[in-house]
């Protein structure tokens, strides 16, 4: 027998298993949480080893494959799960984590009448956070980010991805990028940096005769081979709105990104019909996001995509449309039924979406988008994980996946959107660690 205990857990105990097994959902299997219910299959159990998912399943069975594998079950150490939901870790797929200073005065203005892009035109909005972020130190932007990636873990949250965005220079971006990545690197919520250097035209373009390509211009020649020679983003995301980047900048920024090794993705169709889910669809991004304003055409372009075997995640964000007191939101359901996979996110930030809480971004999906539970939770698990380009390795509770889990306080996972604002993980696990609870 293999040395167990120190390195393994058995988690037994639950109601209901929710596995996600199977892979990336289209259409109906959205819906498909791929359960498994102690009131069918007797006592369940899962085993995770060396950071790992072992073996899920019956507690039989598990106890069965653990012996196969060497190990022996009662060296294992125990977690009660008490009649609780086991699901995988859930995964953000959206965030602008790191920034200085807070927005809260936009509301009353956005209340008064004024728009989200005229404050922004008047140098409000996303510019002044950048204002804010080019003067904060590194230390405070990582205790920034510190603290909210552990409000984020205590509502079952293990895996995030982080944009840049609020720095707009070299420096500022670098230095956003960079703590993303110190952040991930300490854990334990694991942090997936995205450079989004086009998030807005910064003050220094403003006067040129072509704002958005003197911009684009400084973007390609200067931070993207920064960016790229140091390694420190996995993706590259535009804010493709008309108005801030036209399909055209996006389009350039990103095949450039691409060539550097990059994964892209894209701000795309928020507030207007701009073209951003055809653009993702034709670049074959990861994901679109936002989508509140995605035309029919838009849809039809993510649809082929999936139907061709390279889909785009359509990643929409409800806590932003309510923000933003919008009363068109993403058509999920119409995207679901057109075979487009959908993942759920915060869109955390300071502007639009000042909610860390990815729970309450699916309860939102559901009651505001149409969304059933089932599909809500795969939105934050399965269908996030492929978002964010972990779709083989996280997001599901699979032999051989990372040993990410969320014990909820809940005997089904429908019950998780359900208990709107509530904080229901009572445990949760990191790479087979308790990290949060018992
Ligand atoms: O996803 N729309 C662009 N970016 C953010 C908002 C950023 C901000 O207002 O600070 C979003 O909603
Ligand atoms: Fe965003």
Redesign the pocket.
Known sequence: MREAAGSGLLVEGASEVVTMAGGLRRGTTQGDPAALRASELGPLAVALFDGLVAAVGPAAEVRARLGAMGLDPDALGRLDARGGTVTPGLIDP?T?LL?AGT?EG?LRMRQDGAD?LAI?RAGG??LS?VRATRKASEEALEAHGRRWLREMLASGVTTVEAKS??GLDVDTELRLLRVAGRLGTEGPVEVVPTW?GA??VPPEHRDAADPPASYLGSLLRDQLPQVARQGIARFCDV?C?RG?FEVQHAKRLLVAARETGMDLRL?AD??RDSGGAALAAELGARSA??LAAIPDAGIEALGRAADDGRPVVATV?PA?TFY?RKERVAPARALIDRGVPVAVGT?F?????PTASLPLALSMACVTLGLSASEALAAATIQSAHAVGLGESHGALEAGRVGDLVVWDVATHELIPYWIGTRLARSVMKRGRVVVGD
């Not at 930030?349 to 979406?353: A, F, Q, V, Y």
């Open positions: 959206h602008h920034f927005r936009e989200y922004l909005g996303i956070t965005g609020y989004l998030h807005a804010f709105e801030v701000h928020e507030l996001d936002h964000l932003t933003l869109d930030n300071p502007g639009t979406s």
